[in-house]
C-alpha cells in the first residue's frame, strides 16, 4: 500500500479479505436495524437491540481477542496483527455510523478498547525487542536496523495511517523511555568504543530507521534520549567546562563551597546553563540527568563528588531528602553519592560562614 492509499484508508486489493468479517457484521447489523425500524416505540428499540445485536458484537470481540492470544509473535506474524487491526478499525468506523449504535454502547466501547489494547501490545513487543537486545547498543553496529525494520516496515505497508501513526507514536514514547531509563541506570562505560557503538545505534541507526516512516514531529519524544548521546560524544574539555556549569548550578561546584562569595542569581545561573547548552548542542535537560551522562564517560567517569558538599547537604536536607536530590545520578556517580550519605556533617571541614553560604544558595533550589 502506498503512502496515500494509507492516508485516504484504502486498502489494498489482496488485502480485502482482512475486512471479510467486518462487512459481513455490517450487513448483519443493516438488516437487523431495517427491522428495527418497525418497532415504533424506543424502548422496544433498544430492547431489540441490546439482545440480538449486542451479544453479537461481543462475540465478535471475544473471537477477534482469541485470535490475538493465539499469535506466538505478533512482530513476526505482522500481516495477521495488522489484518485484526484492520478489521476492528473497519467494524469501529461502521458503528460511528450505524443508527443503532447508540442502543449497543458497551458493545461498542469494547471494540474500541480491545483495538486500543492490541495497539499497546504490539507497541510493547517493539519495547521488549528492544530491552532484550539491550547489551548490543554498545557491541555492536546498526543494531535498530536489524531488529525493528522488517516489522516496522510490514506494519506500514499494511496498516492504514490512523492505525500506523497511533501504533509507532506508541512505540517511539516506550522505546525513548526504556532507552532512557536504562542509560541513566547503567555505570560509566568501560571505554570509548563502548561509548560510540551505544550513541551510534541510538542516535545515527534509530534515527536513520525511524526517519524513514515517520515525520521529524512525531519524534520528539526521542530528544531527550539524543541530547544524554550529545553530552556522551562531546570534546572532553567542552564536557569537562559543561560540567562545571552543571556543578555550580546544582550548588555542588567546589569553588562554591570552598568560598564565601555571594551566591549567583537564579537568572544569571539559568543563563549560564542556557550558555553551555547551546556550545554543547543540547537543546532541553534537566541538570540532574546532564550530570549523570557527563560521568558516563569513560574520560569522566571519576569526577565525583566531594565528602565537604555532601555532607553539607545531608545537614540541610536530612539524608533521605539528600539521597532523593541524587536519585538521578546512576552508576558510579550514584553510588559514590550514598557512601558520602554515610557520613555525618561532623567529619566536614566547612565553616559556619561557609554553610550559612550554602545554605542560603540552597533556598533558591528547595
Request: hydrophobic letters at 45%.
Amino acid at each position: 500500500m502506498d503512502v496515500d492509499d494509507r492516508r485516504a484508508g484504502r486498502v489494498r486489493g489482496d488485502q480485502s479479505e482482512v475486512f471479510a468479517l467486518a462487512t459481513l457484521l455490517a450487513d448483519l447489523f443493516e438488516r437487523a436495524a431495517e427491522r428495527a425500524s418497525c418497532l415504533t416505540a424506543e424502548t422496544a428499540r433498544h430492547g431489540y437491540c441490546s439482545s440480538v445485536l449486542q451479544p453479537g458484537l461481543q462475540q465478535v470481540v471475544s473471537a477477534l481477542s482469541k485470535c490475538w492470544n493465539d499469535l506466538d509473535d505478533p512482530l513476526q506474524e505482522a500481516k495477521e496483527a495488522a489484518r485484526l487491526l484492520e478489521t476492528l478499525q473497519e467494524i469501529c468506523v461502521f458503528l460511528d455510523g450505524f443508527a443503532e449504535a447508540k442502543h449497543i454502547s458497551a458493545a461498542a466501547d469494547e471494540v474500541q478498547a480491545l483495538r486500543l489494547t492490541i495497539l499497546d501490545k504490539l507497541a510493547g513487543c517493539f519495547e521488549e525487542k528492544v530491552q532484550s537486545s539491550w547489551r548490543k547498543l554498545r557491541a555492536e553496529p546498526s543494531v535498530f536496523s536489524y531488529l525493528l525494520a522488517r516489522p516496522l516496515s510490514s506494519f506500514a505497508s499494511a496498516l492504514r495511517e490512523v492505525n500506523f501513526a497511533a501504533l509507532s507514536q506508541s512505540v517511539v514514547t516506550k522505546v525513548a523511555n526504556l532507552l532512557l531509563s536504562q542509560l541513566l541506570r547503567q555505570g560509566p562505560f568501560s571505554n570509548e568504543v563502548e561509548l560510540e557503538l551505544f550513541t551510534a545505534n541510538c542516535r545515527g541507526d534509530l534515527q536513520s530507521l525511524l526517519a524513514s516512516q515517520l515525520e521529524s514531529d512525531d519524534l520528539r519524544p526521542l530528544e531527550e534520549l539524543w541530547d544524554c548521546c550529545q553530552l556522551l560524544v562531546l570534546p572532553l574539555p567542552l564536557a569537562r567546562d559543561t560540567l562545571e556549569v552543571l556543578q555550580r548550578v546544582l550548588r555542588l561546584s567546589p569553588s562554591f563551597f570552598r568560598s564565601a562569595e555571594k551566591v549567583e542569581s537564579v537568572q544569571v545561573l539559568e543563563a549560564k546553563l542556557a550558555a553551555a547548552y547551546e556550545a554543547a548542542s543540547v537543546q532541553d535537560l534537566s541538570p540532574e540527568i546532564a550530570v549523570s551522562m557527563l560521568r558516563k564517560r569513560p574520560d569522566m567517569a571519576n569526577s565525583g563528588l566531594f565528602e565537604q558538599e555532601i555532607a553539607v547537604l545531608q545537614d540541610l536536607l536530612g539524608p533521605s531528602a539528600a539521597q532523593a536530590r541524587f536519585q538521578d545520578l546512576a552508576g558510579g556517580a550514584g553510588r559514590l553519592v550514598a557512601s558520602r550519605l554515610r557520613s555525618t556533617f561532623i567529619a566536614s571541614e566547612a565553616s559556619p560562614k561557609q554553610r550559612q553560604t550554602v545554605r542560603a544558595g540552597l533556598k533558591i533550589l528547595i
